[in-house]
């Protein structure tokens, strides 16, 4: 089997404070939970960013570029900014701060859809900040917004204008025919790095056999063309990902995707799912692909094409 990438997703939008004391929030805590997943052996960080004053899901540029070269001058793991932010955003929010820093990879989601946070609002008792629980609660009429032509614009701006490439984040089968709509366009070419997304409420469920059902159509619409990646929210997050290191594929981990370690345990950091995951995969023999190795992989411009 191929060398294995690992991605850390060091802090999304989806989780609150309130959730996690280890949530990295301000510039500082991004910053070094970044470098120390790199270390521990992320090859591409997957960033969000948030308001340092109250942890706050945020598309604000300088919020962004307050940690972003400082970890592109710190390590040389890729740098994937995410285009999806959250779904309170306008799609020109979301792209600000991809367009201002051209990172060599973003991420792309690949179909509008509800996006249910709104069960963990029940188990949160002491809120940290009063954005906190409107914000989980609200998404239960709260729609996740991307339209076709939302994902032509991204592809557009990103892709063909600043040379970036994506992680088409796909959270249900309909999103890999999506996918293909857009490859018969010609408006992205391979090769492809599609991430499979579980475990989110509105969109496929965390089971085993939607993963092969995944990559059993992803192989009949793209072949040798694609390789793909693995992310599951909360608990099914290492069960699923390591299934995807046993079918040939990668894996994502992260805080955004869950707070814990093991059951009932909350992870202090990036780094400590990285750790754990690395030694999961290397136990299968796979061996884990290094930056330079992951940009061979997915043709990626290279750092020194990027505005960090």
Known sequence: MSKIIITCAVTGSIHTPSMSPYLPITADQITQNALDAAQAGAAILHLHARDPA????????????????????RCD??????????????????????????????????????????????????????????????????????????????????????????????????????????????LVQAPLFIQFVFGVLGGIGPDPENLTHMKLIADRLFGDTYIFSVLAAGRHQMPLITLSAILGGHVRVGLEDSLMIARGVLAQSNAEQVTKIRGIVEALGREVATPAQARAMLALKGADQTKM
Not at 54 to 73: C, N
């Open 54 to 73: 109250d942890g706050r899901p945020s598309a604000l540029p300088e919020h962004f570029m307050a940690f972003l070269p400082r970890i592109k001058q």
């Open 77 to 186: 793991a890729v740098i994937n900014i995410s285009t999806g932010g959250s779904a309170t955003m306008s799609l020109d929010q979301r792209l600000a701060a991809p367009k201002r820093a051209e990172p060599e990879m973003c991420s792309l989601n690949m179909g509008t859809m509800n996006f249910a946070l709104y069960p963990a609002a029940d188990r949160i008792t002491d809120w940290k900040f009063d954005w906190e629980q409107p914000f989980l609660q609200g998404s239960e009429d709260l729609v996740f917004k991307n339209t076709p032509r939302d994902m032509r614009l991204v592809m557009q701006e990103m892709g063909t204008q600043r040379g970036a490439r994506f992680e088409f984040e796909c959270y249900d089968v309909s999103h890999l025919y999506m996918l293909r709509h857009f490859v018969d366009r010609g």
